[in-house]
């Protein structure tokens, strides 16, 4: 099975900025650790980062058509306000989307309670440090 996984902005910065919410780990580590959960899951996995609204739009609707069967998505500070990527998820209706927060989302800023992304996707998981990421492929091959 074909599974995008999408990092927002920020994302490749873990292991630098605020270890204390984020941890120590870097983006290299959780690419490695989502890579080993795919190969044992027999899956194709696909891993985008970008810092950029639009560059998230675009491989969003890419994968309209390039066979990705699920997405896992943490779309970072977009989360809170980004209804253009809400919109571009809303698209994609014959693909399960899970939406991933490394943090614990609900007991944070106030700002970060509230994702306009998440009602357009499947599910959600937060607080569950990296290993959100690999809860959200399970959750993938349930749902299919």
Known sequence: MKILVINGPNLNFLGIREKAVYGNQDYNFLCNMIQKKADEMEDEVVLFQSNH???????????????????VINPGAYTHYSYAIHDALKSLEDIIKIEVHISDIQNREEFRKVSVTAPAC???????????????????HKMV
């Open 53 to 71: 609204e639009g560059a998230i739009i675009d491989r969003l609707q890419e994968a309209y058509s390039d066979g990705t069967r699920g997405i």
């Open 122 to 140: 499947d599910a959600q998981i937060y607080g569950h440090g990296l290993a959100g990421y690999t809860e959200a492929i399970d959750m993938i």
